[in-house]
């Protein structure tokens, strides 16, 4: 028997997540079990767990989008029982039961061997967000980053404090974007450079173009503040666009796109092949301070995460928050 948060959906449609205690048997297909160790929770586990189910594909459903741990038994000669693994991705969480749970059942092409230098925990502490904040940098780095400040929209939560620690590690001056005057200090240790309030920035566009700013930009916030930001970028400047924690619209026009040359990079962490998952991992115990990872933990059981996927789709979670499945 192991334990596992337990999404269920009545005859009315009305969904509840309870720990339950499950069997082997009941996992679904996969070649690779895992003892997961760690969790995390994300934007995409908040609308999974909560009301309504979000993405949730089938019922009952074992949330969670990613999950660090140990292989228990493999049908899969890359995996051998004891090798430590990390999945992100491949709709984990969503449509296969994920890592909410002491044992997971996957398949191989979806994991990724634990890089050296991390271990279960931290892994997860960069988890889904983590990765994708590297992937976003990545993919920065390959159009060129300008000189001058990068911005990090959406900055005290959990893609956001990641690409602030990365970037400011990779010694860019950064400047992140909150709503929450109160994690100004939080972002300053993470090596944030300058803080704008959320309310300087997100409004509608007034002027299509403004002041060239920014030498690059992580935005996981999207609408209004994706417009806004768009025509404030340095010519040929790019923007990572990772979410759409402040809305899915964009009520942009096309100039800062014509007359100043931005490129607007969609960032995709679920369906990523496994040479770039294996290479943002390995750049993350590379280039990811892990003091500064440390500061941006909370931990959390499996019992929490009721509440917990209440508040980060309120916007009330600062950093990561870890799952540790077995506490
Ligand atoms: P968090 O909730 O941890 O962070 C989002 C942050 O956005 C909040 O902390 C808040 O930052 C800011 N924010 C929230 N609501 C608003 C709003 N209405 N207007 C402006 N800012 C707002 O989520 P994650 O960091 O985990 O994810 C961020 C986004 O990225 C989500 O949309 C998520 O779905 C997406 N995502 C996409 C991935 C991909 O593969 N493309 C992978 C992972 C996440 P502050 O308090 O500092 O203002």
């Known amino acids: 028997m192991f334990k596992a948060l337990v999404v269920k959906k009545n005859d009315e449609g009305k969904t509840s997540a309870a720990v339950e205690e499950l069997t082997l048997d009941q996992l679904p297909e996969g070649d690779v079990t895992v003892a997961v160790e760690y969790s995390t929770v994300n934007y995409k586990d908040g609308l999974c767990i909560g009301p309504g189910g979000g993405l949730v594909r089938n019922y009952p459903h074992v949330p969670g989008i990613d999950f660090a741990g140990t292989v228990e038994a493999s049908d899969d000669a890359r995996y051998k029982p004891g090798d430590k693994v990390v999945l992100t991705g491949w709709r984990v969480g969503e449509a296969h039961w994920g890592g909410y749970a002491q044992k997971a059942r996957v398949k191989a092409d979806w994991l990724v061997p634990l890089p050296g230098g991390l271990d279960t925990r931290q892994a997860m502490a960069v988890g889904t967000a983590g990765f994708t904040a590297m992937l976003s940098v990545m993919a920065l780095e390959d159009q060129g980053i300008k000189d001058g400040p990068v911005l990090v929209t959406g900055a005290a939560g959990g893609v956001g404090s990641v690409a602030v620690a990365l970037l400011a590690a990779l010694g860019h001056q950064v400047a992140g974007v909150t709503g929450r005057p109160e994690t100004a200090d939080y972002l300053k240790s993470l090596g944030a450079g300058r803080i704008v309030a959320r309310e300087d920035i997100n409004e509608t566009v007034k002027r299509p173009l403004e002041g060239e700013t920014w ?113």
């Not at 990079?265 to 290479?279: F, T």
């Not at 931990?299 to 508040?311: I, K, N, V």
């Open 215 to 327: 030498g690059g930009c992580v935005d996981a916030v999207g609408g209004a503040m994706l417009a806004r930001v768009l025509g404030q970028m340095q010519y040929g400047a790019s923007i990572a666009a990772v979410g759409l924690a402040g809305g899915a619209g964009l009520p942009a026009t096309v100039i800062p796109f014509l007359l100043r040359g931005v490129n607007l990079l969609g960032i995709d962490s679920v369906m990523q092949p496994y040479e770039n998952r294996l290479r943002a991992w390995e750049r993350i115990a590379k280039d990811l301070p892990m003091d500064k990872l440390d500061q941006m933990v909370h931990p959390a059981t499996l019992s929490d995460l009721p509440q917990l996927g209440s508040d980060i789709l309120q916007g009330q979670v600062k950093g990561r928050v870890v799952v540790d499945v077995n506490a």
